[in-house]
Structures are given as C-alpha cells and as structure tokens.
C-alpha cells in the first residue's frame, strides 16, 4: 500500500511564496510518476504539475506556469511544490498523487494513489 502526506499548506497574503511538501511510504519512489492536483471552492479537481520518476520531465497547468515548480528528492521520499507570486485565485485543497507506470500524466483519472489533501489560502 502506498501512503501519500501533504503539509505546507496555510494562510498567505498574494504576492508571498508558499512550499507544499508531500512524502510518500514507499521504498521504490524513484519508480513513480509524481503530480500535484488542486480543487478550488465550487470548482472541479484541477492539474497543476507533475514530475517524471527520473525527475528531468515537468508539465504544469497552465494558470501556474512560471510561478510553480515542481521537484523531487528520492532520498526523502519526498515531492515539492513551490509556490510563488500566489494569487488569490490559486485558494484551493492542494492534492498530491503518485502512479507507479511511469508515464508522466497530467490527467488525474491516471494516477492510483492521493493524499488527504492541504488547504492553500491567498489573501488579497
């Protein structure tokens, strides 16, 4: 079974940055595709990034390109998101999934593990 754990969440003024971290319960990381989803208020689960197992592919969702980025640190069992220049509309449960086929995925349907999810919150 794999277990997935976010933290980093919280309350920001926009404008600040915010890392979100997630660290899974596996002992072959290196060997999954990782992704970042989140679901805003009244809205449907969104992608907003996702690293390959070898961590040299990296897609983002287009509202967060070049603010976000994605990393991995396998020593850790541990994938980040680092958050900059937040907006008032990135307020959302910020969602981190794991799949173990490799293939890097943008769609959420594909991925077969999900943490509980952490409250992001920009202030305007």
């Known amino acids: 079974q794999v277990q997935l754990v976010e933290s980093g969440g919280g309350l920001v003024q926009a404008g600040t940055s915010l890392r979100l971290s997630c660290v899974a319960s596996?002992?072959?990381?290196?060997?999954?595709?990782m992704g970042w989803f989140r679901q805003g208020p009244g809205k449907e689960r969104d992608f907003v990034a996702a690293i390959s197992w070898t961590g040299t592919t990296r897609y983002y969702g287009d509202s967060v390109k070049g603010r976000f980025t994605i990393s991995r640190d396998d020593a850790k069992n541990t994938v980040y998101l680092q958050m900059n220049s937040l907006k008032p509309e990135d307020t959302a449960v910020y969602y981190c999934a794991a799949e173990s086929d490799g293939l890097v995925t943008t769609v959420a349907r594909e991925y077969s593990h999900w943490g509980q999810g952490t409250q992001v919150t920009v202030s305007s």
């Open positions: 596996v002992r072959t990381f290196s060997q999954y595709t």
